[in-house]
């Protein structure tokens, strides 16, 4: 009996493990194409970007302004559902309570 709680317990962790493995390796990726984003577009690659105009706008500048917002929106909602499909995954979602 305590053998089989020990290998419980050992699962458990071994679980808990993988999904904050897989939590991080999300959050770093996101961050990454964040980073990529609003730090390449709006400030690397600004004047590449602007000699591209989009509705009068210079690209370099749209990005600096609101193309990071939107791309760090846009990424709060994969992450959102990408945490839905891994917390399913390792048993943890709130949906199955």
Do not use: H, P
Request: aromatic fraction near 14%; include cysteine; charge should be positive.
């Amino acid at each position: 009996m305590a053998n089989a709680k020990t290998q419980d317990s050992n699962g458990g962790e071994a679980n808990a493990q993988a999904y904050w493995r897989e939590n991080v390796k999300l959050l770093c990726g996101l961050l990454a194409v964040w980073f990529a984003v609003s730090f390449g577009a709006g400030i690397l690659f600004v004047d590449a970007l602007n000699a591209i105009k989009i509705g009068g706008f210079k690209l370099g500048f749209w990005f600096a302004q609101q193309g990071s917002i939107i791309v760090f929106v846009v990424l709060i909602f994969i992450y959102a559902a990408r945490m839905r499909v891994i917390e399913k995954r390792f048993g943890v979602s709130d949906e199955d309570q």
